[in-house]
């Protein structure tokens, strides 16, 4: 807050424009993770579903929980299979006791 103030006080600066982004729905996250795991939404749908769930769709923690889940090899990149590859139960589980990205 204090770093904007600062900043429209100065005039040099152009005006501060505030943007309000929406939390994504489940078509959106899965159009998402399609786009940067490159697989068709059949594919991803159980996957956009839980991740929407624990990030309740917040477009930041959205991107935050799926770079979690590859650095704890919660979802890894086959390459004898050249794609993306998860178990859903075990993001479950290793997950579960975590609190709501959101919370």
Request: hydrophobic share 45%; proline share 1%.
């Amino acid at each position: 807050a204090i770093m904007m103030r600062n900043l429209a006080k100065n005039k040099a600066m152009r005006p501060i424009t505030r943007i309000w982004l929406d939390n994504l729905d489940v078509a959106t996250i899965s159009e998402l993770i399609c786009s940067l795991l490159r697989l068709e939404v059949s594919d991803v749908a159980e996957l956009s579903e839980f991740v929407h769930q624990r990030t309740g769709g917040n477009a930041f923690f959205v991107l935050q929980f799926l770079r979690m889940l590859q650095e704890h090899d919660l979802l890894t990149y086959n390459l004898s299979m050249y794609k993306w590859t998860w178990n859903i139960d075990e993001m479950r589980a290793k997950t579960k006791n975590s609190a709501n990205v959101v919370d």
